[in-house]
């Protein structure tokens, strides 16, 4: 069955520091695609960066970067020069190439300190 | 980017009273689309996938009978709660894939939520 954990529920980070949320996952399948989504107070679910998993190339987005580890199954998440609307859940997500459901992970809660 | 929206934002009913959410995909045609619910502090759980034309396929523990699904078009889903009871209060979400159109097709556009308070 494939799982998506994210063993940090709340993190905090001084604004223009640099933090790094972890993801992990579990599947049988080589080809699949994972992302990070944010979730503001708004509720609003934002798409913040993709990867494929055939690309050994970690993605980038601005001051928002991924260490993607395809052996060790691990996603995790950089955002650096961290700013106030930071502040938010951050979930990671995984499908597979042939699939159609999303898995979440269970969320971290980031707070950007002033 | 693709852009979905969600009406009503908000809405607040009498206990036995049904609601219609509706979800639509703005500025691309969505052959499918999901609907979640999320409890607060929590993850998205994934109640049900929308699909254009036929059914909607509900995962395990939703009622179909309670959270009426219809998917009449490409850029149209709507959720129904029917006769909705204070556990129904929640925070539901829609999604949806560009499957046809030239986007990034594994990504999911999530709509801005509806939240549901029955009374």
């Known amino acids: 069955a494939q799982t998506v954990t994210q063993s940090q529920p709340e993190m905090s980070v001084q604004e223009a520091e640099t933090v790094t949320l972890s993801c992990t996952y579990d599947t049988s399948e080589s080809n699949y695609y994972l992302f990070w989504y944010k979730q503001p107070p708004s509720r609003q679910m934002i798409l913040v960066i993709r990867q494929e998993a055939y690309k050994q190339q970690n993605a980038t987005e601005n001051r928002f970067s991924v260490n993607f580890q395809k052996a060790a199954k691990s996603f995790s998440l950089k955002i650096s020069d961290s700013q106030l609307g930071d502040t938010a859940m951050y979930f990671c997500?995984?499908?597979?190439?042939?699939?159609?459901?999303?898995?979440f992970g269970t969320g971290t809660s980031l707070t950007v300190i002033p | 980017g693709a852009v979905v929206s969600q009406h009503p934002s908000w809405v607040i009913c009498k206990s036995g009273t049904s609601v219609k959410i509706e979800c639509r995909s703005l500025d691309f045609q969505a052959t499918t689309m999901f609907w979640y619910r999320q409890f607060p502090k929590q993850s998205l759980m994934l109640m049900a996938t929308s699909n254009e034309g036929s059914k909607a396929t509900y995962e395990q523990g939703v009622e179909k009978d309670k959270f009426l699904i219809n998917h009449a078009s490409l850029t149209l889903s709507t959720l129904t709660v029917t006769s909705a009871h204070p556990e129904d209060s929640s925070f539901y979400i829609c999604?949806?894939?560009?499957?046809?159109?030239?986007?990034?097709?594994?990504?999911?556009?999530f709509g801005p939520g509806t939240r549901l308070l029955v009374l």
């Open positions: 997500a995984f499908i597979e190439n042939t699939g159609n459901q999303f898995y």
């Open positions: 999604s949806a894939r560009d499957l046809i159109g030239t986007g990034v097709q594994e990504t999911q556009y």
